[in-house]
């Protein structure tokens, strides 16, 4: 019997399977035996050059029978890389295994004996090995006598399948085992072959949950927890005009990942709906706020503000969020997370604290502006049309006041003609004012920006009128005429 413990010091296997391109983002798993004895042959031309090539020779032909592994829980992971080229840089992806670095691979073949000069030179090579697969999988290598069960075996024709499959390149044994091995791709090429000389593919029975991810629930204090914030990455980033868009978007994504790690619940703080489908109307539930917080007219922030709190899996879900996938051959948008807080600890300008506050996306009308039959507008005893732009703003508020008796009154509302930006304007009728879903389009669709003024200092977020919940609506702390926001 010999038996090989490899412990991964990153972390991480980098392999990409024979014959298959580093851009299909396949990993290989387990290592393959044929990449394990060439391991072997480079370290022996390293350390041992030359030295008893008959007795090398008789450890790899004994090596080449069939092993099985011990492959423990992993997962797999990818980055991109730009490589240097003579004319441009090319995109490679890099994929890969993530492993527990407690948690070693076991190579092991059961039925086979080493003599003491074989063994000990097989001993004396793996003292030597920093890697496997790719120089950047640094590993540990020995040999052990104790070892748990194989789960990852050869598979025999036509019997039952124990698992998933998976073609593993392994060595013929022969004479030529220790040529073969040497065989470089440039050598491929030059002999027309699709598979290296003297090698073998290799059914293996692989656990079929071998890059099952798991989740573990963390054990929470009580400190609340009802602001989440990310960084926005992508090439281009969204618009600001699209803010609903990835407001939706990072609801739809949120909910759907909640559902995975709980066994397909639901979550009303996240949707916004109770059990039975109906919204929640109390605003307690949460907002996906996308933001352009250096005003360049590119979308920048998200924040998922939830006034009620979070729960521990509700948390989870949350900030597992990676990337927003629009789908239909659209970029996708990474998330880079910042930090998850109070909003009493959080001084980001959707949660500033100011008396006067402007619209930086467009509060869109959610009634219809009310007329008499002959086209004059209904107007209140204040002036104000019933149910006009300002009227809406006015009820909106009230009703916030009526949830949270500590808001302050809303004194004044100008209207504002269009959203400032660092270097231009933007109409607030070019901006995306439906969702992909709900009731929006039985809304008027008119959209308007204002200037709100209140009787006291309040904190942000404000965020008004139809789709407030996934960033329409949203107004920002504004200076005042030195500079420095309102106090």
């Known amino acids: ?168 390149l392994a060595t013929e044994p022969g004479p030529n085992i220790l040529g073969n091995l040497q065989y470089d ?3 491929k090429h030059k002999l027309r072959l699709l598979d290296p000389e003297g090698s073998r593919w290799v059914n293996y029975s692989r656990p079929s949950d071998a890059f099952a991810v798991t989740y573990q629930q963390k054990q929470r204090g009580n400190p609340k927890v009802n602001v989440v914030r990310f960084a926005l990455h992508g090439k281009p980033l969204p618009r600001l005009k699209d803010t609903v868009a990835l407001g939706e978007l990072a609801r739809v994504s949120a909910m759907a990942m909640f559902g995975r790690m709980n066994g397909g619940a639901t979550s009303s703080v996240l949707s916004g709906k109770d059990q039975e489908g109906t919204p929640l109307l109390n605003h307690q539930h949460a907002y996906y706020l996308p933001t352009d917080e250096d005003k360049d007219g590119w979308l920048d922030h998200l924040t998922v503000y939830v006034p009620q709190g979070l729960s521990g899996s509700e948390l989870d879900a949350v900030t597992s969020l990676c990337v927003l996938n629009p789908g239909a051959n659209q970029s996708e948008v990474g998330l880079f997370l910042l930090g998850v807080s109070d909003d009493s600890e959080l001084n980001a300008l959707p949660f500033g604290e100011a008396k006067v506050w402007g619209s930086i996306t467009p509060f869109v009308l959610g009634r219809f502006p009310k007329y008499y039959r002959t086209g004059k507008p209904k107007f209140r005893d204040n002036g104000h049309q019933i149910d006009g732009p300002v009227d809406q703003v006015y009820r909106e508020w009230n009703l916030r006041r009526a949830l949270n008796p500590t808001l302050p009154e809303l004194i004044s509302v100008e209207p504002m003609a269009s959203c400032s930006l660092r270097s231009r304007l933007i109409s607030w009728a070019s901006f995306r004012m439906w969702r992909r879903k709900g009731k929006g389009t039985r809304t008027p669709g008119l959209a308007y920006g204002f200037r709100l003024e209140f009787k006291n200092p309040v904190r942000g977020p404000i965020t008004l009128g139809y789709g407030c919940h996934f960033g329409l609506g949203l107004f920002f702390p504004q200076p005042t005429s030195g500079g420095m926001l309102n106090e």
């Open 1 to 168: 019997m010999v038996a090989l413990e490899i412990s991964f010091l990153a972390g991480r296997f980098h392999a990409t399977p024979w014959g298959r391109h580093v851009n299909e983002g396949i990993s290989e798993w387990p290592p393959s035996p044929w990449r394990v004895l060439r391991m072997l042959v480079a370290l022996w031309h390293r350390d041992l050059p030359g030295e008893e090539p008959e007795l090398f020779i008789s450890l790899l032909n004994k090596l080449a029978e069939l092993p099985s592994f011990y492959l423990p829980p992993a997962t797999q992971g990818s980055s991109q890389h730009y490589m240097p080229a003579p004319s441009k840089r090319r995109l490679v992806f890099d994929t890969f295994v993530i492993i527990n670095r407690e948690n070693p691979v076991y190579i092991i073949w059961p039925d086979t004996n080493l003599s003491e000069a074989e063994m000990k030179m097989l001993s004396d090579l793996l003292a030597n090995a920093t890697y496997l697969g790719r120089g950047e999988s640094w590993a540990d290598i020995k040999l052990v006598t104790q070892y748990p069960d194989p789960n990852c075996f050869p598979h025999q024709t036509g019997a039952p399948l124990d698992g998933e499959a998976v073609r593993v």
């Open 185 to 187: 791709t440039l050598l």
